[in-house]
Each structure stands twice: as C-alpha cells, then as structure tokens.
C-alpha cells in the first residue's frame, strides 16, 4: 500500500482563487510529521508547510494552510488567493516516528497545479 | 543564508564515463541526503548521512554509485560507470536535527547519460 497517496494527477484554479490538494496517508506511528513541497518548472523543491502529528492546530504558512484531519489520515494542503506564481507540481510528504528518530520522507506522486489568469 | 548548493546544474556524459555530483549542505545541518527524481519512480531516497556518517544506504541502486561526506560542508555522488537509465535529477538535501527535521533542498543536477 502506498504511504502517500495523491488523487489529483492535475488541478486548475482561477487566479484569486482558493484550492485544495489532497493528500492522505498510511502510518501505524503515532507520531509522524507530514511535509508539503513545491516543485515549480524550474526544478527545485520548495518546502512550504509541516504538521506534526501531535499538533492541535493547522499549520498556517502565509498563504499556506494544511487542513489537518487526524482521523481520516489526511493532509490536504490549501492555497488561498492563488497567484500566477503558484503553478507547480506540489508534493506531500510524511516522516514516520517523531522528530530526531527518523529521517527518511516518503513523498507522493505529486499534483500538478495550474492557475488561470 | 545560503541554501543547499549543488553542482553541476546540468551533466551530460556518454555511457560508460565517471560521473560525480556534488553538494554543499547548509552550514551547521547535521543531516544530508542524497534523492533522485524520474518520472517514473518518482523522488526516491539514496542514501543520508548525520554528521558525516553514512546512516542509511539502502536506496542505492547498485554498486556502481557510491557516496561519501568528507566533512560537514560538502558530499559527492559518484556513478561509475554512468549508464542511460541513470538519467535523472538528482537533489541534494540537509536538514537540522530537532522538532520538525525540515529537509531543505538544493537546485539539483540534470544528469543525462548518453
């Protein structure tokens, strides 16, 4: 079974807009932490946001948020007021045990947004 | 600060030659990883390293790659001998033991091996 599982191949957004990437997860640990990366044509990896598995609150980075739901294992990341900038491959990520035990990432398959003008 | 510096940007090798990438994690990171990126396999991990030590190896596709981190401020991936389905990007990353373990990436090596 795949730790990491995105749905979304692609997605489009309207510029100004609000998006939602999905992703969900696959862990036994209690305690893990949950990455989201952005990968823009130029290559790079991008690390936007972090939820640990612990953390009472969604992470907010910016325009950055990750909707954190515990229960259903997932780690959707949402992008208010897209901007022309914003159009990448963005990949979840997950690091099983807790902080300064393990330092693998298990990284999904990515979704490749594009935003309209 | 300076991120995670690798080099070369790009490299394009015919069969059979010696190829080494090269990596500059950012200064006072105790983790270094080595990952590649295919379309079809996705970012796979190769191999880290905390404090110059190699941890964990076993994403290393044969023998013909190998890693090493001679201090705390620089590491190298070498293929020997390159083959064409070595083609890829490969990225560097290093990260700060503690709460989170961020890994920060580098701008990564386009490998092309002809």
């Known amino acids: 079974a795949q730790k990491i599982t995105q749905t979304q191949p692609g997605m489009f957004v309207q510029e100004k807009e609000a998006v939602t990437l999905d992703c969900t997860y696959d862990?036994?640990?209690?305690?893990?932490?949950l990455f989201w990366y952005k990968q823009p044509s130029s290559g790079e990896m991008i690390f936007l946001i972090y939820q640990g598995s612990y953390d009472e609150q969604n992470a907010t980075e910016g325009r950055y948020s990750l909707n954190f739901q515990k229960a259903r294992k997932s780690a959707n990341l949402v992008i208010s007021a897209s901007q022309l900038g914003d159009s990448a491959m963005y990949f979840c990520?997950?690091?099983?045990?807790?902080?300064?035990?393990?330092?693998?990432?298990?990284f999904g398959k990515g979704t490749l947004l594009t935003v309209n003008p | 600060d300076a991120g995670v510096i690798q080099s070369p940007r790009h490299e394009v090798t015919e069969m059979g030659q010696e190829v080494t990438l090269r990596c500059k994690p950012i200064s006072g990171h105790d983790y270094l990883f080595w990952y590649r990126q295919t379309m079809m396999r996705g970012l796979e991990l190769l191999i880290y390293f905390n404090n110059n030590v190699p941890i964990d190896d076993s994403g290393m596709p044969e023998d013909r790659f190998s890693a090493k981190m001679p201090n705390a401020s620089f590491s190298t991936l070498k293929i020997q001998p390159s083959e064409p389905r070595d083609s890829a990007v490969y990225f560097c990353?290093?990260?700060?033991?503690?709460?989170?373990?961020?890994?920060?990436f580098g701008p990564g090596t386009r490998l092309t091996v002809l």
């Open positions: 862990t036994s640990d209690q305690s893990y932490g």
């Open positions: 990353a290093s990260s700060l033991a503690g709460t989170t373990d961020t890994q920060y």
């Open positions: 990520a997950m690091r099983e045990g807790s902080g300064g035990s393990n330092y693998k990432l298990t």
